[in-house]
């Protein structure tokens, strides 16, 4: 739309084209979309079979839960959902249980990803503060990968696409490890790395270095607020 065309718009239309597209994050400020959780403290106190039988219950339920933020959603024509980084806690633990609850959920996850893309509502996600890949120790770049390949697999599981419409989105982490960050995402399985964007901070990585960061590792794939635009 050119300058002039804008111009000549009604107002109410006007209005409208400048409308905002909001989307909603993880929770509602009333009880109609939320989500349960555990502890690591209180799953370690269980048993094996009590942690299976537990985590399944939750799991179930937060994938109702998230069913029913999709209708939240479309009855307010909202497009875009980011998912709480917890909605399978504890699917990522080392005993590989909440994972292999997720695998025989598998098909349940499938009819919620196909109805958000049915209902045209992006669904997005921003892991945990813990995810730095431009971490100065190796221990905490690979819990930070492990952490990503976990969602990676739930999007996956939901059938949602391996791009930047399902994006994983994370901050540039230790300051002055441009290198270091570049070289760990070029490592990166194909499900996480195409899925994966990057988020300016006022700290760490100004609008500038994330984007030179984003230059060297893909194109096209820079998130900013709105307060860093001109």
């Known amino acids: 739309m050119t300058a002039i065309e804008l111009n000549n718009l009604p107002n109410a239309e006007l209005l409208q084209s400048n409308r905002p597209h909001l989307g909603l994050v993880c929770v509602t400020f009333s009880k109609e979309v939320r989500f349960r959780t555990m502890t690591r403290t209180r799953y370690l106190k269980l048993s094996e079979p009590e942690r299976e039988s537990a985590l399944k219950e939750i799991y179930v339920d937060n994938l109702n839960r998230l069913d029913v933020a999709l209708s939240f959603c479309q009855q307010r024509?909202?497009?875009?959902?980011?998912?709480?980084?917890?909605?399978f806690s504890l699917s990522d633990m080392e005993d590989e249980i909440g994972a292999t609850i997720l695998e025989e959920m598998s098909s349940d996850l499938a009819q919620i990803g196909q109805r958000s893309q049915e209902l045209d509502i992006r669904m997005v996600l921003h892991p945990d503060q813990y995810v730095v890949l431009s971490s100065d120790s190796p221990q905490v770049?690979?819990?930070?990968?492990?952490?990503?390949?976990?969602?990676?697999?739930?999007f996956d599981l939901l059938g949602?696409?391996?791009?930047?419409?399902?994006?994983?989105n994370i901050h540039g982490g230790k300051s002055q490890r441009s290198e270091q960050l570049v070289r760990v995402v070029a490592e990166l399985p194909e499900e996480i790395r195409r899925r994966l964007t990057f988020e300016n901070d006022e700290y760490a990585y100004s609008t500038s270095e994330i984007l030179d960061v984003c230059a060297h590792c893909f194109t096209n794939r820079i998130r900013c607020p709105s307060s860093c635009l001109p």
């Open 77 to 87: 024509s909202i497009q875009l959902y980011r998912l709480p980084s917890g909605l």
């Open 160 to 168: 949602l696409p391996r791009s930047p419409w399902s994006l994983m």
């Open 141 to 154: 770049v690979q819990a930070s990968i492990k952490i990503l390949a976990r969602h990676a697999r739930t």
